[in-house]
């Protein structure tokens, strides 16, 4: 099996981002765990379904594709800081 089959990218699925073939798991999130400190068989608990090659496929094309994927993560944590402000400024609203 080449690691093509494992990760794709898909316009219209997860916003066109690399992700494991046939979910809709994008390549950054699996990163993501990794560069949190998750080993790959840590992360492979988080997935249901999922195989340790596609955790280590998915690893291994964001270490090869740094910029793409670190483009990616910047852009999750700030719409995630983005919501979280939101939400402090909805909860601080009187009712």
């Known amino acids: 099996m080449e690691i093509g ?20 798991i994008p390549v950054s999130s699996v990163y993501r765990w990794f560069l949190s400190g998750f080993g790959p068989e840590d992360i492979l608990k988080k997935y249901e379904g999922v195989t340790l090659a596609e955790i280590y496929a998915a690893i291994a094309y964001a270490l090869a594709n740094r910029e793409e ?27």
């Open 69 to 95: 994927i670190a483009s990616e993560v910047e852009q999750e944590d700030r719409l995630e800081s983005e919501a979280r402000e939101r939400a402090k400024r909805a909860a601080a609203v009187p009712a």
């Open 5 to 24: 089959q494992l990760i794709i990218k898909t316009p219209g699925t997860c916003g066109g981002r690399a992700r494991l073939a046939g979910r809709r």
